[in-house]
């Protein structure tokens, strides 16, 4: 029987993972501070006690540091690959501009649709999220292991804890009858299933080898469409107020996916090289994550994470009667 670690493995995508590998019948560690197996990565030798007499391969879904990329690095004698996962946010565009940085329309980026694997990324430093991701990355990828990197998008799934979900779910949960949509409702910011995710890094985990990979959802939907379905998962209706400006000129109105051009990344590589299919879409998947979410909206607060922002129920109010007014001129 392979046996594989999973480092993080009790949070949103680490739950996936332990999942779909336990299905596919390997021995699955699942390694967190407060796991079954606990460990600090913080400590020294921590994680290689963690590991006993070692595992097939370790999937690490919370590394972050170039500190930590040698880490895993180091391990080369009790592990026989690596998936570790990245972010799609890593990409910049032709003008040097990238997710991280964006304050505006002219400082977003304009990213081709879709973006593949071997398109430009941000230089690897200490700056941000992503140039930090970047670093780790070519530190595991010029190790002594086989590595895969895997890019998600917008993750999605039960025990996020940051859900953007929550922006229809608790609208729905508070009796709102409407919702303002900027963008038309039509920005594109390609969402990533756990599952989907969980069954790329499977596959990934098989066939070892060094690649980039990235993950998104089959036909990425609109955030009108993610309204949509998480209204049919809910059994609910909100009417969708659409207006023409973006979320960077009216950020007060904004949403979680509100991005001015699309973000869209290319799934062929998984394709060809994993023959990998998607297990679910969103609107499949969504309805997991809205059972979740409907039970935590009341236990929980988020006032303090940066999706506090998109409940200003007055300043919604208020473009809702503007673009009424505007319809009625």
């Not at 391969?57 to 895993?72: H, P, R, S, W, Y």
């Not at 071997?118 to 010029?142: D, F, G, I, R, W």
């Not at 910011?189 to 959802?217: K, M, W, Y």
């Not at 990998?276 to 006032?303: I, M």
Request: aromatic share 6%.
């Amino acid at each position: 029987m392979k046996r594989v670690f999973v480092l993080g493995g009790t949070g949103q995508i680490g739950r996936a993972v332990a999942a779909r590998f336990g299905e596919a019948g390997w021995e699955v560690a699942v390694g967190a501070r407060l796991g079954p197996i606990q460990v600090d990565r913080s400590v020294p030798g921590g994680l290689e006690r963690a590991l006993g007499d070692g595992a097939d391969v370790l999937v690490d879904v919370i590394a972050f540091t170039v500190a930590e990329g040698e880490q895993l690095n180091a391990l080369a004698g009790l592990l026989g690959s690596l998936v570790v996962i990245s972010s799609a946010s890593v990409y910049r565009d032709d003008a040097g501009h990238t997710l991280d940085e964006a304050h505006s329309l002219e400082t977003f980026p304009r990213l081709p649709v879709p973006i593949p694997e071997t398109h430009p990324t941000v230089a690897p430093s200490l700056a941000n999220y992503s140039t930090q991701k970047v670093a780790l990355e070519q530190t595991v990828l010029e190790g002594p292991l086989p590595t895969t990197i895997v890019r998600p998008c917008a993750i999605h799934g039960p025990g996020s804890r940051l859900p953007r979900e929550l922006f229809f779910v608790r609208r729905v949960c508070d009796g709102r009858r409407q919702v303002l949509l900027v963008d038309e409702g039509k920005s594109r910011f390609h969402t990533t299933s756990v599952v989907n995710l969980a069954e790329l890094i499977l596959l990934a985990a098989e066939q070892p080898s060094d690649r980039i990979l990235n993950c998104g959802d089959p036909e990425p939907p609109t955030v009108s469409e993610i309204g949509l379905a998480i209204e049919q998962a809910l059994d609910a209706e909100l009417e969708q107020i659409l207006v023409p400006y973006n979320g960077y000129e009216r950020s007060e109105v904004s949403n979680p996916w509100a991005v001015p051009f699309p973000i869209v990344v290319d799934m062929t590589a998984a394709d060809r090289e994993l023959d990998y299919r998607p297990v679910t879409d969103y609107q499949g998947a969504v309805g997991a994550t809205c059972a979740w979410l409907a039970h935590e909206v009341t236990k929980r607060d988020w006032s303090s994470t940066y999706l506090g922002m998109f409940f200003d129920y007055a300043a919604e109010d208020s473009a809702i009667a503007e673009a009424r007014t505007g319809e009625r001129g």
